[in-house]
C-alpha cells in the first residue's frame, strides 16, 4: 500500500477507512448528559449535566487529538475543541 495523502488522512494502521467508530466512554457520557440535560432544564443538576458533557465531549476531542487512528480523526478533535472552546466563549 503506498503511503499517500489520502491514506495517511483516512487510513488506520490495518489500511482500513476509518471515518467513524463505535462511541468510546467520553462521548457516551457526552450523549446521556445531553439528552438527561433536556428532561432537568434548570437548577444545579441542569449546571451539573452541563459541566459532564462539556468535560466529556472536550476529553473525547483531546483523545481524538492526539490518539486517532487518522489525520482525518485528528482533525475532527481539533475541530471539536475550537468549537467547543468558541460555544463557551459566545
Do not use: C, H
Not at 489520502?6 to 462521548?27: C, H, K, T, W
Not at 449546571?47 to 489525520?71: C, H, R
Amino acid at each position: 500500500m503506498g503511503n499517500t495523502l489520502f491514506d495517511q488522512a483516512f487510513r488506520d494502521s490495518e489500511g482500513n477507512i476509518v471515518l467513524a467508530q463505535m462511541p468510546n466512554l467520553p462521548l457516551i457520557v457526552w450523549i446521556v448528559a445531553s439528552l438527561l440535560k433536556i428532561v432537568v432544564t434548570t437548577g444545579r443538576i441542569n449546571l451539573g449535566l452541563d459541566l459532564i458533557a462539556f468535560g466529556s465531549s472536550f476529553t473525547w476531542a483531546w483523545e481524538e487529538l492526539f490518539q486517532g487512528v487518522n489525520y482525518f480523526r485528528r482533525g475532527l478533535g481539533l475541530f471539536v475543541i475550537f468549537g467547543l472552546i468558541a460555544w463557551k466563549i459566545q
